[in-house]
């Protein structure tokens, strides 16, 4: 063998035995552990194609509870949903603030919130969401409805008098058509954008100012599964451009020229402009943060809606139906020039619409519940024995397996049944696995004290626009569409986007007063 092959063997063999050194072996009492082939990297990529599929099979072969390297992290699944109150109930030892800080830094581009001069304090920011309940909420929802109403009247009177020119949409005197997905992106960005950042009182130049914001933001969200995933956005030359984009437009110069911000959107601007260290960037990146927040969900929660109803007549003439009623009972109707009164009771008591809305939830709602073991810990799981944590490890709950299309939860989980989550009339909260009810049968917005802090006003909006574009527009989707799946290859980060587009025509609806 000469020296140099001999070299390059001894080399090998010392990578070898050092990766060994440092691999984690399963310890007496602990739950299945699956590491991979690939050192860090584990089973990363089987994870990242299809993380249903993949966690189902770890199930079938190790149980309901087995750990797991992704991305140089142990995350130990929990797919027994019965035992989630249990967990909820440990919090002392499981931390989820260290996880969401590493992540929103990556993510956005901010300081960590512990930097020591640069921080901004994490519990003022979270007071400040206090202004998404009660009162505040009522006012944010009535501003909402104003710009959505505004916002889809624009098009509807673009529609006025139009001509289709789409053969595949038997195009007629009155229709437009367009991308469903494109459609409820810009109609819901901007709506929600002068919503909670302000307005410059000028249609025109809210419209062109949400649209640049959109145009980034869009590909930007694209990448930030892969930043949560502690990639470097030094590699994703396109995601920095992006993000820098954004960043220049949510300077405190730029959104100084908005007038009737919301006030948590005031009061989160003042807990950061209290910290002088940071300079106009690293206050447009906790802009940024707080933005995505609020539109990365809602966007696709919408589309996932009413592109549901259109799919099923039957659930669009439900949901039409009470949408009348509602008017019928308090004396509105729809009109070009002034939006409808939608407040947060009258919204929520629609039960058809609230549980198609759900249901559309339930269905691409993919998200993870992380927690950080802060130490060693050993908790006993009913049925489970003691479930073994270490230091560092992520407890990870998977609801869009074990719950949200789980048959032993929802039957026929792939179906979409508009009146799932109802029953007699009223909302059906309760729901069985095993014979017994479940504490927590949905969790789109996780759960416990760390649940999304701005879920009540995502569902609202939802609601309002399916009630605003129902009862002011005919909408259908165009003949010969191909159904659109969820892309499951975003990973458990959130409403799953669609996988394409799909063509649609609307109108006015006959009769719509001015």
């Known amino acids: 063998m000469s020296p140099l092959l001999a070299l390059v063997c001894l080399a090998g063999l010392l990578m070898v035995l050092l990766y060994l050194s440092g691999v984690r072996r399963r310890r007496p009492g ?75 830094a990556a993510c ?77 992106l810009a109609t819901t960005f901007e709506a929600v954008w002068v919503t909670l950042f302000g307005s410059t009182n000028v249609d025109w130049l809210d419209q062109e100012f949400s649209t640049k914001l959109l145009e980034h933001f869009v590909p930007y969200d694209k990448a930030v ?47 950061i402009n209290s910290n002088g260290n940071l300079d106009d960037r690293q206050k447009a990146a906790y802009h940024l943060h707080f933005l995505w927040g609020s539109m990365s969900n809602t966007l696709q929660s919408i589309f996932w809606s009413i592109y549901h109803l259109l799919l099923h007549p039957d659930a669009q003439r439900a949901v039409n139906a009470e949408v009348t009623a509602f008017l019928e009972e308090t004396g509105q109707s729809p009109r070009l020039g002034s939006p409808l009164r939608l407040g947060c009771h009258q919204l929520d008591s629609m039960v058809a619409l609230g549980s198609a809305v759900t249901e559309s939830l339930r269905l691409t709602a993919s998200t993870l519940t992380i927690r950080v073991a802060q130490k060693d810990i050993a ?8 479930l073994r944590l270490r230091q560092g490890d992520w407890l990870t709950l998977p609801p869009y397996t074990s719950l949200h299309l789980n048959p032993d939860v929802f039957q026929e989980p792939q179906t979409y049944r508009y009146d799932r989550f109802m029953e007699g009339g009223k909302p059906r909260k309760t729901f069985y696995k095993d014979g017994r009810p479940l504490r927590h049968a949905l969790m789109p917005f996780g759960f416990g004290a760390t649940k999304c802090p701005g879920r009540f006003f995502a569902l609202l909006v939802d609601k309002a626009f399916l009630v605003l574009l129902l009862s002011h527009v005919e909408i259908e989707l165009c003949p010969g569409q191909v159904p659109v799946e969820a892309d499951v290859s975003r990973g458990p980060f959130g409403v799953l986007p669609p996988k394409g587009d799909v063509q649609f025509r609307y109108r006015p609806r006959p009769g719509l007063a001015e």
């Open 30 to 104: 602990e739950h299945p552990l699956v590491r991979g082939w690939i050192p860090y990297f584990g089973k990363t990529f089987e994870f990242s194609r299809d993380g249903q599929s993949f966690l189902k099979r770890l199930q079938e072969e190790h149980g309901d509870i087995f750990t797991v390297l992704i991305a140089g992290r142990y995350l130990t699944f929990v797919m027994d949903p019965h035992v989630y109150p249990v967990i909820e109930r440990h919090g002392k030892h499981l931390n989820f603030q260290a996880f969401a800080m590493q992540v929103s």
């Open 108 to 184: 956005f581009g901010h300081p960590r919130s512990d930097h020591p001069t640069l921080g901004v304090p994490t519990e003022e920011i979270s007071n400040s969401y206090r202004y998404m309940q009660g009162s505040e909420l009522e006012s944010m929802i009535e501003s909402t409805t104003k710009h959505l109403h505004r916002v889809i009247i624009r098009s509807v009177q673009d529609v006025k008098g139009a001509i289709s020119g789409d053969e595949n949409c038997n195009g007629t005197n009155g229709w437009k058509t367009g991308s469903l997905n494109e459609f409820c």
């Open 225 to 271: 599964p892969l930043l949560a995933a502690n990639v470097p956005i030094s590699l994703l030359r396109s995601s920095r451009h992006h993000r820098a984009q954004l960043a220049t437009l949510l300077t405190p110069s730029s959104l100084s020229r908005l007038k009737d911000r919301s006030s948590v959107v005031a009061a989160r601007t003042e807990v």
């Open 379 to 386: 908790m006993p799981l009913p049925n489970h024995g003691t």
